[in-house]
């Protein structure tokens, strides 16, 4: 039996949708477990100590509220941590915190995919804004002048959002790994607490894994739909 172009999405999006479910349980108990190993120092300590240890003296640690929304602002200079992570003093939070500011050292640094990942983010905003609209308006349409060129605009739309994807990955393992050997380095973490920091981090890059091939599975849809492999 031969699949269809719309089957054969679906069995990859709930494969894929079974699969994030897994990697984010899996992240949730490790930070889980991991927040309740002690540490000498806060997320917050951690972070100025990295930064400092870099040469790097104009970039902001901040405090914002919720979970696992740490995240680095190019543009500001800030690392800005969740208020479990800046306040905890266990090897989550290190090893959260130290992600944060090895993508503060990959931007002092001039790191490659870093600076290719900031020049996309106004296109991926700008596709992430329309992307929906052009492509529905493009399916209405199938079978149409317009609706193949709506389509073609919308699969180059979500190619961005996918490349985007693509390259986030290698950025995300780059800073996971300056902050492990870092916090190893500088004595934060023995060899035990050490691995446990490098699960962790392990764990919260396999989210940006899936999420990359999610986005490639719509985008091989939509390029199928547009060759005409799904027929309606």
């Given amino acids: 039996m031969t699949l269809t172009p719309g089957a054969l999405y679906w069995i990859l999006f709930?494969?894929?949708?079974?699969?994030s479910w897994i990697v984010s349980a899996s992240l949730e108990r490790k930070?889980?477990?991991?927040?309740?190993?002690?540490?000498?120092?806060?997320?917050?300590?951690?972070?100025?100590?990295?930064?400092?240890?870099?040469?790097?003296?104009?970039?902001q640690i901040t405090c914002i509220?919720?979970?696992?929304?740490?995240?680095?602002?190019?543009?500001t200079k800030t690392v800005n941590l969740?208020?479990?992570?800046?306040?905890?003093?266990?090897?989550?939070?290190a090893a959260v915190a130290a992600h944060e500011c090895g993508h503060a050292v990959q931007h002092a640094t001039a790191y490659g995919p870093l600076g290719m990942r900031s020049?996309?983010?106004p296109v991926v905003q700008f596709s992430s804004n329309w992307v929906t609209w052009i492509i529905l308006?493009?399916?209405?349409?199938?079978g149409t002048n317009a609706g193949q060129v709506m389509l073609l605009i919308g699969i180059v739309l979500y190619?961005?959002?996918?490349?985007?994807?693509?390259?986030?990955?290698?950025?995300?393992?780059?800073?996971?790994?300056?902050a492990v050997n870092w916090l190893q380095e500088a004595g934060i973490t023995n060899r035990e607490t050490t691995e446990m920091a490098s699960d962790a981090l392990h764990s919260a890059a396999y989210t940006y894994v899936v999420a990359a091939l999610s986005?490639?599975?719509?985008?091989?849809?939509?390029?199928?739909?547009?060759m005409g492999g799904n027929k309606r």
């Fill in 215 to 226: 986005s490639l599975a719509t985008l091989v849809y939509y390029i199928l739909i547009f």
């Fill in 14 to 19: 709930l494969g894929i949708a079974l699969v």
């Fill in 137 to 142: 308006g493009g399916l209405l349409l199938l």
């Fill in 31 to 59: 930070f889980k477990r991991y927040s309740e190993q002690p540490l000498p120092m806060t997320g917050r300590e951690v972070a100025e100590k990295m930064l400092h240890d870099h040469g790097i003296f104009d970039v």
């Fill in 65 to 75: 509220k919720g979970q696992l929304t740490d995240h680095y602002n190019p543009v």
């Fill in 159 to 178: 190619g961005m959002i996918t490349l985007f994807s693509f390259i986030t990955l290698p950025v995300e393992v780059n800073a996971s790994q300056r």
């Fill in 82 to 93: 969740s208020e479990g992570v800046y306040h905890g003093a266990n090897v989550a939070a």
């Fill in 119 to 121: 020049a996309l983010v």
